[in-house]
């Protein structure tokens, strides 16, 4: 069920936590927060590395996309999450910033089993750190 001194975290049943959904988890000095995009779950630090912002009270996002001008588009819909206090977009599933130099979220291993969504910090960690 996870390495020696690794903790575990019920978020909640799968009902619960539906695609786009994001739910914070009280544990470590900023918590974590659980995303569902499109049926999978991630989990990221809730610490933007610029300034310190509860990245879970960002906004879910997608990217702009151009392949020429005139031509506007849209992708990742739904994968993004954008800091609330200056802008700065991540990849929910990698925790990577999208803009160079490139800066990360702490990632977590999230797992479903009988229905609940586990959150899962190895090693005993409590989710502290960048």
Avoid at 46 to 71: F, L
Avoid at 107 to 113: C, D, F, I, L
């Amino acid at each position: 069920m996870g390495e020696a001194g690794s903790q575990t975290h019920v978020v909640g049943t799968v009902e619960e936590l539906p695609p786009g959904s994001v739910r914070l988890v009280e544990v470590g000095r900023y918590g974590v927060a659980v995303y569902n995009v499109g049926g999978e779950y991630h989990a990221l630090n809730n610490y933007c590395p610029h300034m310190g912002a509860p990245i879970c009270a960002g906004r879910i996002t997608g990217v702009a996309t151009g392949e020429a001008p005139g031509h506007k588009g849209w992708s990742r819909a739904g994968e993004i999450v954008e800091c609330p206090w200056h802008g700065w977009k991540f990849g929910i599933a990698d925790g990577r910033s999208l803009t160079k130099p490139v800066h990360r979220i702490r990632k977590y291993s999230v797992a479903v089993r009988d229905g609940k969504v586990i959150l899962e910090i190895a090693g005993g960690g409590k989710g502290d750190t960048q």
